[in-house]
């Protein structure tokens, strides 16, 4: 079962935490000021977790070598070149998707784009990601 939790009350309760965890296999969020700080897991789903992290890291780097032996041929710059011009493309794309928006007049932009996190705004309309936005709507503080 999980369970949320403040800072100081895991802090006055930990013995029981660390029971209810190992036995029950229950899950806590402990919160600071409303926001999530850490999850108390159980062991066994800890393990699993970093089986799977294991796992896809393997996958990740067979899938680079396989990207180093397809392009092994190809000059370097000219492959570097290539990834800028691609990048690029899809940053010009991305513009052009919150232009339209604007042209929209949109009241604001929601986007998990992490090239858009630090930005805040575009041409004054606020840029929110999707936990932002829901949390402004359950508020009713959109506007």
Do not use: C
């Not at 369970?3 to 029981?16: D, E, H, P, V, W």
């Not at 066994?44 to 896809?56: A, G, H, L, N, V």
């Not at 070598?65 to 940053?91: G, S, T, W």
Request: no cysteine; proline share 3%.
């Amino acid at each position: 079962m999980l369970k949320t939790i403040s800072a100081m009350k895991a802090r006055q309760n930990l013995g029981q935490i660390i029971n209810e965890v190992s036995i029950s296999e229950d899950t806590y969020i402990i919160e600071r000021a409303g926001k999530p700080l850490v999850a108390v897991i159980p062991v066994r789903e800890y393990e699993r977790i970093q089986q799977d992290r294991e796992k896809s890291r393997e996958e990740f780097f067979q899938w680079v070598d396989k990207i180093h032996e397809h392009n092994k041929d190809i000059d370097p710059d000219i492959l570097e070149k290539e990834i800028e011009e691609a990048v690029e493309a899809v940053k010009k794309e991305e513009l052009a998707k919150m232009t339209q928006k604007v042209e929209g007049h949109a009241d604001f932009i929601i986007s998990g784009d992490h090239h858009l996190k630090n930005l805040k705004f575009f041409q004054r309309i606020p840029i929110l990601n999707p936990e932002e936005f829901l949390k402004r709507y359950a508020q009713d503080k959109l506007f």
